[in-house]
């Protein structure tokens, strides 16, 4: 597969932030961030469980230049974000959800909290002009936001002089994110900051490590649209963080269930804390752990509260609370607990074997793991939908390795793993047998299905 060529991009880039910023005193510098696919583990990173995820060569592009005063503009040259102008502060007001410059305030913001929390500092951060661009397919669950975050953040790094490395600043974007209102985990940032050429990155967090572990020239990793819009915003980001709430309570279900029964104190926050603890055991039968603890899947609200002695108001506050200080709305029908913990678990365990298997290079184990991984996705997790669940069903009987839904999933794309020999004819099966029904121009199948290869992190290209 050819690289692709960006130089031409670039050099547009740079001439239409001249004449959108005219000045001619001007310095100017571009910068990149790439989106990621994740090969497995989906919904794991914020229970503590490691995924397995490559930045890939797509991206958001930022030509900018600093300013001396605290004013940011914003503007992008797709004619479809409009532009955006704003001051820094040390509480910086989100816009309307949903709105793209949220995702540069995000940025702005926790680096600001960053500056003035952890150093102490009471200056404010200076402001910026810039023009961004970008080739990632949006609301396609490739991460275009979380890139956007990072790309921000690099300029803003660089432009203050804060000097911080690209671990700390994924650690510190993951929670910055949240300003956006999802309750995501620290994948998207790591991937975008810390993705290397050749390369799958196993991640762990708390704290935040990397793994680099070659992925095989003979391999090809090919994306698929959907076609189904997979926003973070209104009713995904609403099922998105009930996964996340679901999760809260289920392990503090699984910690007082222990507790009582062992008679021993076991102070686990998030799922995968178990690993470290003394039921460590636990976790070679899963199943039967699960099935010990719960009963039945479904549990609602107040049973919860009474399983774990608490009252309303504290198990509100404890687990229902939302980064912007709202509160979820508990579904009526109770939260599907059980089979959501079961998803977690298993999927935990694929992404350590995955691992191996890629290390193993042995490509056919980790495509039985990627279809496990989206069944577990689809049924327990409840995170599919019709047109995913067809396109792996399509991309199995053309001969793809694996196949899998990617990223939070609720439309979005899947990701493909194809042995590079046989990418044409794979794409040609996929066009024939899934978007020809809903596109017709050679143009749109590409946008819509595309190889890419494991890309570098952010960086200053310019
Ligand atoms: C989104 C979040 C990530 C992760 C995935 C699901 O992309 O931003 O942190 O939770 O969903 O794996």
């Given at each position: 597969m050819r690289e692709r060529n960006n130089e031409k991009r670039y050099k547009n880039i740079i001439a239409d932030f001249k004449r959108s910023f005219p000045g001619s005193e001007k310095e100017v510098f571009l910068y990149r961030a790439p989106a990621r696919v994740n090969l497995i583990g989906e919904h794991t990173d914020y229970n503590n469980f490691p995924v397995l995820p490559l930045a890939i060569d797509r991206e958001i592009t930022i030509?900018?230049?600093?300013?001396?005063?605290?004013?940011?503009?914003?503007?992008?040259?797709?004619?479809?974000?409009?532009?955006?102008?704003?001051?820094?502060d040390f509480?910086?007001?989100?816009?309307?959800?949903?709105?793209?410059?949220?995702?540069?305030?995000?940025?702005f913001q926790a680096l600001q909290d960053y500056l003035r929390i952890q150093k102490g500092e009471k200056k404010l951060l200076s402001g910026m002009e810039a023009l961004i661009d970008g080739d990632i397919p949006a609301s396609s669950g490739l991460s275009s936001s979380s890139a956007l975050v990072v790309a921000s953040a690099v300029v803003i790094n660089d432009f203050n002089k804060l000097n911080l490395d690209k671990l700390s600043l994924a650690e510190l974007l993951a929670r910055g994110e949240k300003y956006v209102g999802t309750e995501g985990g620290g994948m998207d940032q790591a991937a975008s900051l810390c993705g290397k050429k050749r390369a799958a990155l196993k991640?762990?967090?708390?704290?935040?490590?990397?793994?680099?572990?070659?992925?095989?020239?003979?391999?090809?990793?090919?994306?698929?649209?959907?076609?189904?819009?997979?926003k973070k915003s209104a009713s995904a980001n609403s099922a998105y963080n009930q996964r996340v709430i679901e999760c809260r309570l289920g392990t503090a279900l699984v910690g007082r269930f222990l507790e009582d029964k062992y008679k021993v104190e076991c102070p686990i926050n998030l799922l995968g804390d178990l690993k470290k603890s003394k039921f460590s055991d636990l976790l070679k039968d899963t199943d039967k752990m699960l099935d010990e603890i719960f009963p039945r899947d479904d549990f609602r609200l107040g049973e919860t509260g009474s399983m774990l002695k608490m009252e309303q108001g504290e198990l509100r506050k404890r687990y229902l609370k939302l980064k912007g200080g709202s509160y979820f709305n508990s579904p009526p029908s109770g939260f599907k607990i059980k089979r959501r913990l079961r998803h977690v678990l298993g999927e935990g365990e694929r992404v350590e074997k995955s691992a191996q298997c890629l290390?193993?290079?042995?490509?056919?184990?980790?495509?039985?793991?990627?279809?496990?991984?989206?069944?577990s996705c689809a049924e327990d997790y409840e995170i599919s939908c019709p047109e995913l669940n067809q396109l792996v069903e399509i991309a199995r009987q053309n001969g793809a390795v694996g196949a899998r839904l990617t990223g939070a999933g609720f439309g979005g794309c899947t990701v493909n793993l194809v042995q590079s020999c046989r990418v044409e004819q794979f794409k040609r099966s996929m066009i024939d047998q899934f978007y020809r029904d809903y596109l017709k121009k050679e143009e749109d199948f590409s946008a819509c299905l595309f190889s890419c290869r494991p890309s570098s992190g952010a960086e200053r290209v310019v």
């Open positions: 030509c900018a230049s600093p300013r001396k005063d605290n004013k940011v503009i914003l503007k992008n040259r797709n004619s479809c974000f409009a532009d955006r102008e704003f001051e820094v509480q910086i007001a989100p816009y309307p959800r949903g709105d793209w410059g949220n995702y540069s305030k995000a940025a991640i762990d967090f708390f704290p935040l490590r990397i793994e680099y572990i070659p992925f095989p020239e003979d391999y090809t990793i090919v994306v698929s649209n959907s076609l189904v819009d997979a290390k193993n290079q042995d490509m056919e184990e980790l495509g039985h793991l990627m279809y496990q991984s989206h069944r």
